[in-house]
């Protein structure tokens, strides 16, 4: 879903809706660039008081400047963005915690220099508005969630410094998220708690609201299918659950959750639900060939399956917290109903993989009908020959798609099917836009390079970075498992034919053989926009920082130093430790920053065109 508003002959505003975050994107005319300075965004949600959105660059010397005084010098009305798109996700320096969904007015306002490089004031004769939705998404049955994921950021290095920990120090399966975890620079105490509502954004709040919903309804039962499982107030509700007779779940065990010492997660989590459990309530481990890789919540009402949660995020603290993944739920009794089927042949076939062998392993599932876009779903692991040809449908959209190819994916190891190669060569198409992201991007990562038509693929892990002023230094999260576990793909986001493929499935021949997992495909233009946003901000997030990674910065020796520095302005005055001596990052004072976006051999231009 989008609302776009332009003024004759002048600038035009689309304003794309996403989950809790809005996408942001303008055009005009080339020639009404000349002198252009960037532009200046201020956000008004219905009944609330106006603002304008921050920058985290400004002018080398504000003071040089038009300013408005009332507004600190980082202020987009006193440094515009330099930039034809932005993605705004509210909170932190305007709301706090207290994020306000509804209505949400923009007002976009081009900038200009004088012919000296000093800028003018605003002009509102040339602002455009556009007004939009601003909420969790929800469509008709669907709803879509996402993980933060932003361990490695500046907001997260604000909010909690660089070295919070995640999780009490031991192999603790149960505590109180409540209690203090730590102090920011700022001297702030958080907790765990703070951390994970913060961490987990809209796709916690899913979780829980399926896990709430049962646990506070005794009409409700609950089957779970669970690779990784250690989230405390998950378990804690999932103990309920089985203390009342009411949950079935189907554990992973390969040797990543189960040992004979019975020290790892899962093991715990098996033994204190035995203890607990009263009535139907049970559990079976297994893993098929490899893994039982599924994320799965099936709510039944009355015995009848009703609604299903599936995705890629794992009830685990590194799942929801650290990683960056999605959920989706289904209120679609159908579905739900195929998804129980699925469940009981698992369970039947002891999550062996006699389940490669019944009818759900050998056919695509297709739904939708009244508030239920076209949707269709596989459940694996599958015989070879069915897995290539589901995989090979979907490297087949890739590779004729003649619009745009969005895409955030845990691994593209080559090798290992038909859609990881097809997204490790699409961004070499310079005939359509593609944008990518990955933890392990195959034979090498494309960042963005002016006057290069190619698409970007980045990497989810740039390691130790150093970041110039006025950024403050961030940190890797040591020993917490992947950044980028999404497994999405979406074609021609906002064309005639949108679809995206999304679920648990790492999308490679050997895991369709050989794991348990669900992939699933959604043809609808307000989903596939939902997702094509969030891969928007996780590429354009990693292009920046691998830019200054270990492997593309040789003031890094190695793996990387951290660097202590002195102090400097930053926009949150709590954590302020920039990299001593290195050159600031600061705005342009010319238009020169806005010839890329009209060279039609740059990636940039092809990104203005597709958004705007």
């Not at 800028?119 to 709803?143: C, H, Y």
């Not at 021609?492 to 050997?510: E, H, I, K, M, R």
């Not at 794991?515 to 590429?539: H, K, M």
Request: charged letters at 20%; hydrophobic letters at 35%; aromatic letters at 12%.
């Amino acid at each position: 879903m989008f609302t776009k508003k332009s003024i004759e002959n002048g600038l035009s505003v689309k304003a794309y809706r996403g989950d809790a975050k809005t996408l942001l994107a303008f055009d005009m005319p080339e020639k009404q660039t000349s002198n252009l300075a960037g532009f200046t965004i201020s956000c008004q949600p219905q009944g609330e008081k106006e603002y304008y959105l921050f920058n985290q660059l400004q002018f080398a010397n504000p003071a040089l400047h038009v300013q408005v005084t009332s507004e600190p010098s980082y202020s987009s009305i006193n440094a515009p963005f330099q930039k034809f798109s932005w993605v705004h996700v509210p909170g932190s320096f305007h709301q706090g915690d207290t994020v306000f969904y509804g209505l949400y007015t923009y007002t976009v306002s081009p900038r200009y220099f004088n012919d000296k490089g000093i800028l003018q004031g605003l002009d509102q004769l040339l602002s455009v508005s556009v007004t939009i939705q601003v909420a969790p998404f929800t469509k008709g049955a669907v709803e879509v969630g996402f993980t933060r994921g932003f361990v490695q950021s500046q907001a997260f290095a604000h909010h909690f410094g660089d070295k919070a920990p995640f999780k009490p120090a031991g192999k603790v399966l149960q505590f109180d998220t409540g209690t203090i975890a730590g102090k920011n620079d700022a001297g702030d105490s958080f907790t765990f708690l703070d951390e994970y509502k913060w961490s987990g954004f809209t796709a916690r709040e899913k979780i829980f609201s399926v896990l709430n919903e049962v646990a506070n309804d005794n009409t409700l039962k609950l089957d779970v299918f669970a690779y990784d499982l250690n989230e405390p107030d998950v378990i804690n509700i999932l103990i309920q659950l089985a203390r009342e007779g009411r949950i079935r779940i189907i554990l992973d065990n390969a040797s990543l959750h189960h040992d004979s010492t019975g020290t790892l997660s899962e093991d715990q989590f098996e033994n204190l639900f035995m203890n607990n459990a009263k009535g139907n309530a049970t559990i079976k481990r297994g893993k098929f060939g490899r893994f039982s890789h599924d994320k799965i919540f099936i709510v039944y009402k009355n015995n009848a399956p009703e609604k299903v949660l599936f995705g890629s995020t794992n009830f685990s603290v590194t799942g929801m917290y650290v990683n960056s993944n999605h959920v989706v739920i289904l209120s679609d009794e159908t579905v739900a109903q195929t998804y129980g089927a699925v469940f009981q042949e698992s369970w039947n076939d002891n999550v062996k993989m006699a389940f490669s062998h019944s009818s759900f392993a050998s056919k695509v599932f297709s739904f939708g009908s009244g508030i239920l876009p076209k949707t269709e779903i596989t459940f694996s692991p599958h015989k070879p020959a069915f897995a290539l040809s589901n995989l090979k449908t979907i490297s087949d959209r890739i590779s004729v798609e003649k619009s745009s190819v969005l895409f955030a994916v845990m691994a593209l190891d080559p090798g290992t099917g038909p859609i990881l190669q097809a997204l490790e060569e699409i961004h070499t198409n310079q005939n359509i836009f593609s944008y990518g992201i990955s933890d392990s991007p195959g034979n090498g990562i494309s960042l963005y390079k002016p006057g290069n038509p190619s698409g970007v693929l980045v990497s989810g892990k740039p390691g130790q970075t150093k970041l110039p002023p006025p950024f403050d230094q961030e940190e890797p999260v040591a020993g917490l498992g992947h950044q980028i576990h999404h497994k999405f793909v979406i074609c021609d986001f906002n064309g005639s034919d949108p679809v995206t493929y999304c679920g648990s499935s790492n999308l490679a021949q050997g895991g369709e053989a050989a794991n348990g997992d669900n992939l699933v495909a959604i043809y609808d233009q307000d989903i596939s926009t939902v997702f094509a946003i969030e891969a928007f901000a996780l590429v354009d997030h990693f292009n920046f920082r691998d830019k200054f990674g270990a492997s593309n910065n040789p003031a890094i020796p190695g793996k990387g130093v951290k660097t202590k520095a002195s102090k400097t302005t930053s926009i949150n005055p709590g954590k302020t430790t920039p990299v001593s001596g290195a050159k600031p990052m600061t705005l342009e004072q010319d238009d020169l920053w806005t010839k890329n976006y009209y060279a039609e051999n740059d990636a940039h231009y092809k990104e203005r065109i597709l958004l705007a």
